[in-house]
């Protein structure tokens, strides 16, 4: 695919941008929201005055549409190509995580470094070896070869059920390695059925692998699961 030849740290700001002002199950550069200059630097942890820097350069080359006080957002082009880096970030993730025994808390990180460096022949080759999968270890969608992102089904936050509902796990939004490390150890893992027992002041009281557990709020925040009958 025909693109500019960017930095890594241009990559990283058009991913983040997607990543930011997007839905949680992905959705289409017609619906993604503009991103303020301070969301993107409490993100990137850099100071605002850079964030800025960077999007006049990315406006120069006709990635975003930035103006002061506005925010920014991707144009067609830019989200191609930040479709494209996170492409090679998640398929990187379930690579590592299915091939080479990685754990789900550990892939981020290592999916960081190499994205910026695989080839097209090399993002091929580790597709059709996992069969063309729709989402990686944490259920985030794989943009697709043509950069499209995979429909997905209508999903809620854990914290959104009320009592007696049961959903299975859709996505866990964190790449905090101690959350995913509880939630693996709860078997809080995408497919997995988790009922809603009760809510109380402490957090959310929960049904998973037959176990029961409370768990803060702050935790159910960022499950999101799709709803099941009965």
Avoid: C
């Amino acid at each position: 695919m025909s693109r500019p030849v960017l930095s890594e740290a241009q990559e990283d700001y058009l991913k983040q941008i997607l990543l930011l002002g997007s839905a949680p199950e992905g959705s289409s550069l017609e619906h993604t929201t503009a991103v303020s200059t301070q969301e993107l630097a409490d993100r990137m942890e850099v100071k605002p005055a850079s964030v800025t820097g960077m999007l006049k350069k990315l406006a120069e080359l006709a990635l975003v549409e930035y103006e002061a006080y506005k925010g920014v957002r991707l144009t067609e082009a830019g989200y191609k190509v930040a479709l494209e880096v996170l492409r090679h970030h998640r398929l990187l993730e379930t690579y590592l995580h299915q091939a080479l025994g990685y754990g789900w808390e550990e892939v981020h990180a290592e999916a960081e470094r190499l994205e910026h460096h695989i080839s097209e022949a090399f993002e091929k080759r580790i597709a059709e070896w996992l069969g063309h999968p729709s989402h990686d270890p944490h259920g985030d969608p794989i943009p697709t070869a043509e950069l499209h992102l995979p429909e997905g089904v209508p999903t809620r936050r854990l914290a959104a059920l009320e009592a007696g509902e049961r959903g299975l796990v859709a996505r866990v939004g964190s790449q905090d390695q101690d959350a995913l490390n509880l939630f693996a150890h709860l078997g809080l893992r995408p497919g997995a059925l988790v009922e809603v027992l009760e809510h109380v002041p402490e957090g959310v009281r929960v049904r998973a692998a037959g176990e029961r557990y409370l768990l803060p709020v702050a935790l159910t925040q960022i499950v999101w699961v799709a709803e099941v009958g009965g």
